[in-house]
């Protein structure tokens, strides 16, 4: 997918969510692709890369946040060991609604994370049948997923503060079933350092590189690339 789409998309979707308050009344997902200059395919391709969902009471159409993904995966997690489901077989992502919306969380967003990161195979599947559907997780996917998703949130809560890789690491393999926990590596995360890296930066920056060492906290634009790529560089060292 390009990296265009997954701008573009966003950027057309009014309301990020980050749990808690209802959303405002929005616009619906038919009526957001019409007005982006993108195929209904690679829109709803992007719709479900962002987890973006649907709400039901009041409709909107809304863009979870790093924090709220990291929430809802927790609760996921869970939700696993409370009804002792094995996140790496087959399983019914149905009997963890429940947990979701215990916890506060639409079961719509839980349906998109589940539709994001489920096997290829089984996706189309559980996006026609979300009640009945059986899922198989995408180990790679989701293992990076968690690990991005974990990522963005510390850089985004943290400012310009260094992140410790090794307490970093330890975070990511916990949010994971033991058995995928061992895949964790920052060499899995190289794509996501660099396009957090480059969504995060001032409009007139062309520097590229993940090696700059500006601490100032200046609070032009231009900053913040030096801010954030200082951070991933100490990050993976």
Known sequence: MSHDVLEDLPSAIPQAYAGGNSPKRGTNKSQIFANVPLSDAECNQAWIELCAFESEDPKASLVPSPSALTAVWRCIMEGTIAESIDLTSMFQPSDLYKHSTDDGWPEELLKAVFAKLALEEDRSDLIRSPER???????????????????????????????????????????????????????????????????HSGPNDKNTGATASNHSTDKKPTSRRGKWAEKLKQARQ
């Open 133 to 199: 559907g059986t899922v198989r997780i995408d180990r790679q996917m989701c293992v990076r997923w968690v690990g991005a998703t974990l990522l963005e949130k510390e850089l985004l809560e943290d400012g310009a503060k260094p992140i410790d890789a090794t307490d970093f690491l330890a975070s990511w393999k916990d949010a994971l079933p033991e058995a995928w926990r061992n895949d964790a590596s920052w060499d899995l995360l190289q794509e996501d350092c660099t396009r957090l890296h480059a969504s």
